[in-house]
């Protein structure tokens, strides 16, 4: 089992609608961070969190250390948002990031 | 100004050759890594650079080879491609070397064939 889960792998959801990206992971963590990957293979960082909540625009993202969950939400979803929503950790006293397999989400006009 | 580019963004070649890729950040930062993407899209973690200093080897085999000639560059050597080794490869930088927020590449597309 991967140390990071992410769920649901494939979202399809229509203009407008607000969106629920989720993360769990098994592991002690420094960090969490959020990706996006844009259809055309850029990846982007959205978020670095290690307790609470971020926002930035549409963006939410909270995380619940004692359950060992994330979530990023969108609101007002819209087309643009299409892209590979990617959770990733900093494992508490390593370097390295591991990584959730990516939910792919498609937002219809 | 691109804060992090790889070349080439392309890379078509034959098993049992040898390639390079290149990256360079801009950012200042200390730290810089080589992600592996492969073709379900899973990112996995080759190596990190600290100020030139190898501080991750992941169990990647020896035919790949990183290096660093200063810490706004590191580089990746590839010896005898096999067919597995197509993937899309991500250069990344860090400021700090407990992952901090990640700077990313373009990304360069190897195909083996």
């Known amino acids: 089992k991967n140390e990071v889960e992410q769920s649901p792998q494939n979202l399809t959801a229509q203009e407008g609608e607000f969106i629920t990206i989720n993360c769990s992971y098994s592991v002690g963590i420094s960090a969490l961070h959020w990706l996006q990957q844009h259809p055309g293979g850029g990846i982007v960082s959205l978020f670095m969190l290690s307790s609470g909540k971020k926002k930035h625009g549409r963006l939410i993202a909270t995380i619940n250390i004692q359950e060992k969950h994330s979530s990023l939400h969108i609101t007002a979803s819209h087309p643009r948002d299409s892209a590979v929503y990617i959770c990733?950790?900093?494992?508490?006293?390593?370097?390295?990031?591991?990584f959730g397999k990516g939910t792919k989400l498609t937002v219809n006009p | 100004d691109t804060a992090v580019s790889q070349t080439p963004k392309y890379l078509v070649t034959q098993m049992g050759n040898d390639k390079s890729i290149k990256c360079e950040q801009n950012?200042?930062?200390?730290?810089m890594y080589w992600y592996k993407q492969d073709s379900k899209k899973f990112l996995k973690i080759m190596f990190s650079?600290?100020?030139?200093?190898?501080?991750i080897n992941e169990t990647v085999p020896n035919r790949f080879s990183p290096k660093s000639p200063d810490k706004a560059h590191l580089n990746l050597h590839i010896n005898s491609l096999e067919l597995g080794d197509s993937a899309v490869y991500f250069c990344?930088?860090?400021?700090?070397?407990?992952?901090?927020?990640?700077?990313f590449g373009p990304g360069t597309r190897l195909l083996v064939l």
């Open positions: 650079y600290n100020n030139k200093e190898l501080i």
């Open positions: 950012l200042g930062h200390d730290t």
């Open positions: 990733a950790v900093g494992r508490g006293g390593s370097e390295k990031l591991v």
């Open positions: 990344a930088s860090s400021q700090d070397s407990v992952p901090g927020t990640q700077y």
